[in-house]
Every structure is written in C-alpha cells, then in structure tokens.
C-alpha cells in the first residue's frame, strides 16, 4: 500500500514549455486535490475532485488544468509554465464520501519540486 | 470556514510535552479542528481531529476548550523528529468545500536536544 504517489518528484522547465504532474492513489478514496506551496508559505488549493468525473476550481486555478483520469488518478497540467509557478505541487486524496459519511482526512504525497527558468 | 491564529514558531526540550496552542474564535457549530503537520520537504501528515470533546490518538491528544474558541494540540513526550510546522484547520466536514483544507502559516515547532 503505497499511499498517494507523485511523479516526477523534480523538474526544471523553460517558461512556455508545457508538462504534466501525474498523482495516484490506491487507497480507493473518492477525492483528490492538487495544492502549491511557495517558500514560507502555507498551502494553497489549486484544483480539486470531489469524485470520479468532476472536477472544480480551488483558489490559485490559473494557468492549470487538471484531468480525472480515473478513480486513482488525478494529474495536473501547465499548459505554458511562467516563473510565477516555481513551487512544490503537492496532491493528496480524501475518503471523502457523501455528506456526513467517510472522513475527510486526506492523505498527501510526496511532492514536486518544479522550478521555471 | 473560522480562521485560526497561531504562535508562528514554538520550542520545546526533548522528552518533553509540546503544547500548541490555537485560536479560533469563530468557529461555527459544525466545524471541526483539524492538525496536521509538515516536515522538512515532505508533504503534510494528519494528526488528530476534534468536533468539541477531547481527542487521543497514538499521536497526540487534543484539547478544546468548551466554548471551542480555542484548543491546543499536546505532543506528551516530544523527539527530535516531531521537528515541524503544525497546521491548525476549522472546517465543516461537508458541504460547499467538500473536504477542502485552508492552510496558513502554522506553527514551526523546533525540539531541541
């Protein structure tokens, strides 16, 4: 039991260039999420899904997409990477099910580490 | 969903009891108080979570106070490990959020030798 995988865990991009974080978990949890966290700062939601199929806008949405691939499957795309978005990409995922069921613990990967030059 | 103050940074010596405190003057009936903590480069780990009686876990133990506008988190017999930034959370379980955790700055406990 794994938990909540990311990969890579580091990249360097030139502004413009496009890519894709990739985010699974296999403790078959209904939600997942996507935060940043600069230096210094606390975390900030950038995307999240409630449950396979939807997804929805966190706080910090521009200039990501993201796609629900599956149920354990959460990635997050830059389309254009600019310097703003040098950070560490963390995913995590929640049991999250119907309202007043489950438990909204969530559990976090690892991270990663992209800066943009 | 309330917002919390807490100390930015906090030391205790090994061995002994860490006790975070955190305000939350807002909070609502059905919010609850989440910790979590953040280790050097790593992501973030829960902790404990608590609606208006105290919590326990293998962990730590959770005391709010019982007009819940505060509570504290205690780590009894601190290690050199426990070295972190704790996050303090209120939110509703449910709902428009659906789950999601507004985190601030937190406090960075450093445990010393």
């Known amino acids: 039991n794994a938990g909540v995988t990311q990969t890579p865990k580091f990249q360097v991009l030139k502004t413009g260039q496009s890519m894709t974080l990739q985010c699974a978990q296999d403790?078959?949890?209904?939600?997942m999420y996507w935060y940043r966290q600069d230096p210094g700062m606390g975390l900030r939601l950038i995307y999240y899904s409630a449950s396979e199929g939807t997804t929805d806008k966190g706080e910090v949405p521009n200039g990501y997409n993201v796609s629900r691939l599956n149920k354990r499957e959460f990635s997050l795309r830059l389309e254009s990477a600019a310097p703003s978005q040098t950070s560490v990409y963390f995913c995590?995922?929640?049991?999250?099910?119907?309202?007043?069921?489950?438990?909204?613990?969530?559990?976090f990967g690892p991270g990663t580490r992209l800066t943009v030059l | 969903d309330a917002k919390t103050t807490q100390p930015p940074s906090m030391d205790c010596a090994e061995g002994r009891a860490a006790n975070l405190p955190c305000n939350h003057s807002?909070?609502?009936?059905?919010?609850?108080v989440y910790w979590y903590r953040q280790i050097h480069s790593q992501g973030p780990q829960y902790i404990i979570h608590?609606?208006?009686n105290n919590e326990t876990n293998e962990m730590a133990s959770l005391i709010i106070t019982e007009d819940r506008k505060s509570s504290t988190l205690i780590l009894p017999h601190a290690t050199l490990r426990d070295t972190a930034v704790y996050y303090c959370?209120?939110?509703?379980?449910?709902?428009?959020?659906?789950?999601?955790?507004?985190f601030g700055r937190g406090t960075q406990l450093t445990v010393w030798p």
């Open positions: 959370i209120v939110k509703t379980p449910r709902g428009s959020t659906l789950g999601r955790l507004y």
């Open positions: 608590g609606l208006k």
């Open positions: 807002t909070i609502s009936g059905n919010e609850y």
């Open positions: 995590a995922s929640s049991e999250a099910l119907h309202r007043g069921q489950g438990t909204d613990t969530q559990y």
């Open positions: 403790m078959n949890h209904n939600s």
